[in-house]
């Protein structure tokens, strides 16, 4: 199902981008193909014969503001600039910067995505004045579908963070899922059981009797409260497959398993967790009770829906 939400999500994004990118080339936002006058003040003499000139692009704010139809504060705009002869045409790079005014906020990230620093054209029209000062018209590199390029990568981005997430949960799933096992193995679980069957039977009523799920929401209960989410992670997985083993119906959940499942996400939190603390430092202090309070009460909240919800038809009657 939530493949299905993903795509919708992706599918509806891409059009809306499209749309966006098509009203954006209708109003040609990024006057693709428009010549833009500048004045570029050379750091050393002009040679013709020279492969690469460096310098300094002086743009008037006001021109600018004009051609682009967006104001800018300042009253002249100075960016480095390097001037490359290639094929005999001259290419510009002007190094615009993380600051870029406008339009060339995204641009540079069109035309140099490595370093996403400059912007990238064509000069035409050189004019001399002196040996250190040439005016030209500049002709950049047009800018298209931005919206569906950035749809596209956050996509992709999104991927390779869902892979490093589920490799770096392997390491603590393997270790907490083989503390579990030798744990039951050993009869701890059993004696687990015991301890919190009268703690936890009322939540979850229609579970048998010292069965091996209330010692795996025990220990992913205490997990969560004590801000281990990590370690939380594997022995809720442990709990919900001892839970479906119950499950007369596997397609579809039972009361305890949305019980549970209400119970670990909305965990109370005696302790913050360990990301939380490496972010905040000593500062952390001063959020223990409110996290503390402001989970409980959504773990109130949680058990409460859960109870209503298994009460209520058409679902009453149809899990234990």
Known sequence: MLNYIWAGLIILSLFFAVRSDLEDERRNRFRNGLPFPLRIELDGPYHPEASILTGTAVISGSHFAAFYGEPVAERELRYPVRLLRLGGQTEIRLLVGPSAPGPWEVARTMHNPRTQDEIRGRLRRLRLFGDRELEAEAVWNPVR???????????LDLADTAVEVALGLIGVMALWLGLLRIAESGGIIRLLVRGVEPLLRPLFPNLPRGHPALGAIALNITANILGLGNAATPMGIKAMEELQKLNPRPEVATHAMCMFLAINTSSVQ?????????????????????ITLATLCSTLVGIAAAWTFARLKPWRDEHI
């Not at 579908?145 to 996509?155: D, E, L, P, S, Y």
């Open 145 to 155: 579908f931005v919206k569906v390029r950035a749809v596209a990568q956050a996509a």
């Open 270 to 290: 005696l302790l913050p967790p360990a990301t939380l603390v490496a972010l905040m430092g000593l500062g952390i202090g001063e959020l223990m009770l409110p």
